[in-house]
């Protein structure tokens, strides 16, 4: 005799339906953490502060946050007020780069807080003023660097092995002129090091691709070069597009190596 039919009583008592897996209610609060204050989004109403707690545990020790240090695991040092009690928090969509006292280091000075107790660690490597190679406009910012694949990984973009500040465009294999091989250059550095004042191209057998994040094999200090059909190239001119190897003055093309 098989079990009896689920009826409405049945129905009631097993709840609503369970959410999908891997799938997570919205969440509208979030913090942000600077040099002492907490910085919340308040545009929703139901954003939760989740800053508050802490705020209250730190007024009932008497004591204030202050900046990361490495002995806490990258948490907040914590000193006796000493009439300096923890300060409100600030509106994070209200609050301008020009009203934060930031610090700039190679280590975290910062954290961002949302759905209660995701944290990530904030570095400020660089503070900087728009320069014309920027996005003009302001719709664009904030401005994403990393971008992430299909599967959800994220793209982690290099900067250029020479210059150390712009992205990198360009990988270039055997090239007697680089530091390391391959190398990884923007296309101004790339043009510095390979083009003469007459427009010639130096080093002319040097094999040269786009760069592509998606290919960076960072865990292996190497790179994967997918198979591209090679492709002669002019004296004088450009890097060649993407799928092919650049080689000039007629010369036969250089064979890629896989690393």
Known sequence: MGPPAAGPAAAA?????AAPLGSLPASHGSYVYLE????????YPEAEDYSRPIRELCRAHGVRPTALRPDRG???GLVGEAGQPVPEPAAMHETRLADLSVRTANHPTGIFCHRACCEHLIFIRDVRRWHPGDPPCRSAYPLQLR???RAGVPLVRRRCGLCESRPA???THDDPLAPSNPCIMCRECFDMLHISSRGERIAPAVSVQPYNPALDIASQG?????PAPPAAQGRGSSPTPPGAAATAGGNKPTAKRRR
């Not at 008592?13 to 339906?17: D, E, F, I, Q, S």
């Not at 002492?36 to 545009?43: A, L, P």
Request: net charge positive; glycine share 8%; no cysteine.
């Open 222 to 226: 190497a790179w994967a070069i997918p």
């Open 36 to 43: 002492g204050r907490f910085f919340v989004d308040v545009r």
């Open 169 to 171: 465009e360009l990988v």
């Open 74 to 76: 990258w948490r907040p």
């Open 13 to 17: 008592a097993a709840g609503p339906a």
């Open 147 to 149: 971008h992430r694949d």
